[in-house]
């Protein structure tokens, strides 16, 4: 049968003595009351204030049990002692309202029974008129249960007075809108600020619709006037309990008795001094919850790693606290499903390990714990290490066909090389975008090499990769490798055009035209950030990179012979794609008419070095060209670095790859002049190393009237090249130039030139060469030098590769603390090669944190090597020593940190 609360209100005279909660249904026994004299006893049921319709009384003696409607009479919920010795009746109010004696179907009442006589009680048809009137309660915490027991009687009627009180003067009061002079008190409710949890893992003001595992939880408040009973109720109509405000208006109050498990809306009822009563305030819903959950079942241990995964089921939506050793490792939530997983952060050592999992709930009962799971970590049966996972991968590279790195960039190779270093004997595992494409095995060197099976889409790619161990154990992921495939070739240019801007007559040269413009402008479209390589009757002769918007335009860097010419494009994507080729614009040139100018083009790979030792000193070159040295600082004089104007090899392939064998070098606050034995029409250069402003290039007449003067821009990279370039005007040639270099910047005194170019007819700059990234070769070179001396990282073919690569330069580089012997120097000594005197010269190099450490039982001692002072060698200062009776100059780069072992 479903339980329900029914109050009994005692009521002795007009005095409301006190309420009884009986629970209907309860197998806890029947409560015991004394009757008081002339007695009401009003039953009314919890939440609606209306009484049972049927009840059962049995007289004991002078004792009344009663039995609630349909409980067993044998087994009463309420006993009267004395009820017969004093006069009193039975109460309950009716659905409409009224209050009514119960009495039995004769029309008898309770107080007329005979002794150990049983009788079914209903509610009478004479309803009680006035019960309400003039009833007073003792201002305790059996007041509201009064209120709330006789319902409407107090609460709509307001006709219970609370004795030996008077109204306040801080309650407001209003003229009643009756006009019969009364007035109305009103009453503060104030809010209900918080109810708090005090026990168990959790605790703290519980939230509105929170779950707390206290049963006697503190509720408090504020804003309710001094001295007035706060009532504290329950879903409403039930009264926990009541206290006192506080002078500053808050209450705070603890129940006695334990709060049942389930939902509680709390409310708070305000009842001043003359019995004034407040509405209901706000309201916090709560739900109790004392019962601990079950403990996890299913607890699984993946027991062969360091980091294993736990699993299991659980009460949904608690956290599970795992535990090693008796020590927690972490914690996991339980899904809805009731399913958990966990993996410890930091790798469990190896050793005997002991699993237990306890089970907090939302309210934060914890539950037992769960059988423990043992297990040991340590080496396997094959010697292993059994449970370390293995390394991640190193040095993965994605390389296309031709080997290289595609890291970041477009490539048109759908079925890469992947390759990499990871512990011999495992297994790397490689991913595409997240998904398994494959595998290798990695051999005894720690080597290991992928090639896709099928061919990867079109699109972006993001490589990464596990290692495996014969265990089963896994690395880290190492580092993703993103670059895109892209196999789709581009279109061919299109809204192709030639423009002629020299001599008179310029603008379009129309299909089949002639012209007497030997560098016509060629233009067109194409796609965008794409390189279009220009071709002349088929064969390649520059190319130029196209524009965000699409635009390109092209001006061959050689004059065009006269004859016949047809000009067609190839467009190339940034993945190596290719168009077809364009549609060919033929177009003749006839220059017979236009004044003669001379041509060449200098590099001074096959001019003899020279070294300009005096003003005015000229060298004559068979390409048809003079240099001169007009102004400027010597050798010896004012140099303290040794630093001088001249053509050399003083590592050029070293600093300035692109520039080949030698090239010419200008120090600083010089003047020299390049003289052409014709007059020319058009000049260009190479430069590198200016890194300071200041430095120009100036273009003469033959007469040496000034034609035109150029800034060289100053380089913030010392591995870049720029080209400098200037046509004259229709009607004017060129006869010399003159090349101004500015004060230089520290060490920095020197700049570089080379690729001379003038007139139209160069044939060295007729020839395609594709894009070179020359900072990524000279920092590859450098590598190259600095591993020469580590023999032990070489095999004999690279050994013998790398020895012939620095005995080539004259260069040893290091990198970080290396020893250094005389037998290993000599091996990269070359004559001549920075300072012409004769002697074997090697140069070290090296960074800010290198540290050079002589064996000085090959070197000698200290006394055996003497200072020679300072030179200055492809932009950088070497300090310079010569060793007694030998025919070896050392040049260390100044600054290094050099030691003696």
Request: charged share 20%; hydrophobic share 35%; proline share 4%.
């Amino acid at each position: 049968m479903e339980s329900k609360t029914i109050n009994v209100v005692v009521v002795e005279g007009n005095k409301i003595e006190k309420t009884i909660a009986l629970h209907q249904g309860s197998m806890t026994g029947p409560v015991t009351v004394d009757a008081v004299d002339n007695g009401k006893y009003i039953l009314a049921e919890d939440g609606t204030g209306f009484a049972p319709e049927n009840i059962t009384v049995t007289r004991v003696g002078d004792d009344l049990y009663i039995s609630l409607e349909g409980d067993d009479k044998d087994h009463p919920d309420l006993i009267i002692r004395d009820y017969y010795l004093n006069e009193g009746e039975l109460v309950g109010k009716g659905e409409d309202g009224a209050y009514y004696d119960y009495v039995s179907s004769q029309g008898q009442d309770s107080g007329v029974l005979t002794a150990d006589s049983t009788e079914p009680l209903a509610l009478g048809n004479d309803s009680i008129l006035g019960l309400g009137e003039g009833l007073v309660a003792d201002n305790d915490s059996t007041l509201l249960w009064a209120l709330l027991g006789l319902g409407a009687l107090a609460v709509a009627g307001g006709a219970i007075a609370l004795s030996n009180h008077h109204s306040d003067s801080h309650h407001s009061t209003t003229a009643d809108a009756g006009g019969d002079g009364s007035d109305t008190v009103t009453v503060a409710s104030g809010t209900l600020d918080a109810i708090t949890d005090n026990v168990g893992t959790i605790t703290g003001p519980i939230a509105n619709n929170g779950v707390t595992d206290d049963s006697k939880p503190t509720f408090s408040g504020s804003g309710v006037d001094a001295g007035d009973t706060v009532y504290i109720l329950d879903t409403g109509d039930s009264v926990i309990g009541s206290t006192t405000a506080q002078p500053d208006g808050t209450w705070t109050f603890t129940p006695d008795k334990p709060l049942a498990d389930g939902a509680h809306d709390i409310s708070v009822v305000v009842v001043d001094p003359a019995g004034n009563q407040s509405d209901l305030s706000n309201d916090i819903n709560i739900v109790v919850d004392t019962v601990a959950p079950a403990a996890a079942e299913n607890v699984a241990v993946e027991s062969d790693t360091n980091t294993p995964a736990i699993t299991g089921d659980a009460e949904a939506n608690s956290v599970v606290i795992i535990s090693d050793n008796g020590t927690v490792i972490g914690s996991a939530q339980v899904d809805g499903d009731g399913k958990w997983s966990f993996t410890p952060t930091d790798p469990l050592p190896d050793g005997d390990h002991d699993i237990t999992t306890v089970v907090v709930d939302e309210a934060g009962n914890t539950s037992p714990e769960s059988p423990d799971i043992p297990f040991v970590l340590g080496p396997d049966d094959n010697g292993g290490d059994g449970t370390t996972a293995p390394d991640a991968a190193t040095d993965v590279k994605v390389a296309n066909a031709d080997g290289d790195d595609v890291t970041g960039k477009d490539t048109n190779d759908n079925i890469p090389d992947i390759s990499g270093n990871a512990e011999p004997g495992t297994v790397v595992i490689i991913s595409d975008n997240g998904k398994e494409i494959g595998s290798a095995q990695v051999d005894d060197d720690g080597k290991w090499n992928f090639t896709p099976s099928d061919p990867l889409a079109d699109g972006d790619h993001d490589i990464s990769t596990v290692v495996e161990d014969a265990d089963g154990n896994t690395s880290v992921p190492s580092a993703d490798i993103d670059f895109t495939v892209d196999t789709v070739a581009p279109d061919a240019a299109t809204n192709l055009d030639l423009e002629d801007d020299y001599g008179a007559e310029t603008g379009p040269i129309a299909e089949n035209a002639t012209t007497d413009d030997s560098t016509p402008i060629f233009s067109g479209s194409a796609e965008p950030d794409s390189t279009v390589i220009v071709y002349d009757n088929g064969e390649a002769i520059g190319s130029v990179h196209v524009e965000t918007d699409g635009s390109w335009s092209f001006t061959p860097p050689k004059a065009l012979a006269d004859g016949d010419h047809s000009f067609t494009t190839i467009v190339e994507d940034a993945a190596g794609n290719q168009s077809p080729a364009s549609d060919a614009m033929d177009f003749t040139v006839d220059t017979s008419n236009n004044p003669v100018v001379s041509t060449g083009f200098e590099d001074f790979d096959s001019v003899a070095k020279v070294d300009f030792t005096t003003l005015g000193q000229s060298v004559h070159l068979d390409s048809g060209m003079t240099i001169t040295l007009v102004s400027g600082p010597i050798t010896g004089v004012g140099q303290a670095n040794h630093e001088f104007t001249s053509i050399n090899s003083r590592g050029v392939a070293l600093i300035v790859p692109a520039f080949g064998k030698n090239d010419l070098e200008i120090v600083e606050n010089s003047d020299v002049k390049f003289a052409f034995d014709e007059p020319t029409n058009a000049v260009s250069f190479d430069t590198n190393g200016n890194s300071f402003n200041g430095t120009t290039v100036t273009y003469y007449d033959t007469a040496g009237n000034e034609l035109n003067t150029q800034e060289v821009p100053a380089q913030t990279d010392s591995f870049a090249v720029q080209t400098i370039t200037w046509s004259a005007p229709a009607g004017e040639t060129i006869g010399s130039i003159m090349i101004h270099t500015s004060p230089g910047n520290g060490s920095n005194v020197s700049t570089r030139f080379d690729n001379f170019s003038f007139g139209a007819d160069d044939a060295a700059a007729a020839t395609y060469h594709a894009p070179v990234d020359l900072q990524g070769l000279a920092e590859h070179y450098m590598h190259g030098l600095a591993t020469t001396l580590d023999y032990s990282a070489l095999g004999a073919d690279q050994q013998t590769q790398s020895d012939n690569d620095a005995s080539q330069q004259g260069v040893v580089a290091v990198h970080g603390h290396q020893q250094l012997s005389l037998d290993g120097l000599l091996s990269h000594a070359v004559q001549n090669m920075f300072i012409d005197d004769g002697k074997e010269q090697v140069a070290i190099t090296g960074n800010a944190d290198s540290h050079v450490e002589f064996d000085t039982s090959s070197l000698g001692s200290a006394q055996d090597w003497s200072s020679e002072g300072h030179t200055l060698a492809g932009g950088m200062v070497y300090d310079v020593y010569q060793q007694h009776g030998s025919n070896i100059e050392l040049l260390i780069q100044h600054g290094l940190d050099v030691q003696h072992a």
